[in-house]
Nanobody
Framework: VLLQACGGGLVQAGGSLRLSCAAS????????MGWFRQAPGKEREFVAA????????YYADSVKGRFTISDDNAKNTVYLQMNSLKPEDTAVYYC???????????????????WGQGTELTVSS
C-alpha cells in the first residue's frame, strides 16, 4: 500500500492544523493506521494509531487531549487533527500502516510495514 501524507505547514503556538494521509488501496479492513513524527536530532516517535473499525484509538501521552486521529473509509484517508499546538510538536510527521486484521494497536515503529514520505510541521512560539 502506498501512503501520501499532506497538510503540514507553519503555524503559531496554540493554533490548529489537520494532516491527511491518503492510501492507495482500501486499507481499513486489514490495516492499523498510524502517525509518527521525527524532530530534528531526535528519534522517530509514536503519535497516534487507529484500527480498521475506527472504534479504537491510541495516543502518545504527549498529544493526548490535543490530537485526534480519525478516518474516512470512503476516501481511504486517515486524518490527524492537531489542536493547541506547541513548539515541541515541530517535526516531520509520517503516516504509516500496519497489516493486522485483528486491529491491534501498537506504538512501536518496528511493527508498521508501510510508510509515507512525511509532511513537515513547524510550530512557532
Amino acid at each position: 500500500v502506498l501512503l501520501q501524507a499532506c497538510g503540514g505547514g507553519l503555524v503559531q503556538a496554540g493554533g490548529s492544523l489537520r494532516l491527511s494521509c491518503a492510501a492507495s488501496e482500501r486499507t481499513f479492513s486489514k490495516y492499523v493506521m498510524g502517525w509518527f513524527r521525527q524532530a530534528p536530532g531526535k528519534e522517530r516517535e509514536f503519535v497516534a494509531a487507529i484500527n480498521w473499525s475506527g472504534r479504537s484509538t491510541y495516543y502518545a501521552d504527549s498529544v493526548k487531549g490535543r490530537f485526534t486521529i480519525s478516518d474516512d473509509n470512503a476516501k481511504n484517508t486517515v486524518y490527524l487533527q492537531m489542536n493547541s499546538l506547541k513548539p515541541e510538536d515541530t517535526a516531520v510527521y509520517y503516516c504509516t500502516a500496519r497489516y493486522n486484521v485483528k486491529g491491534v494497536l501498537t506504538s512501536s515503529s518496528n511493527d508498521y510495514n508501510y510508510w509515507g514520505q512525511g509532511t513537515e510541521l513547524t510550530v512557532s512560539s
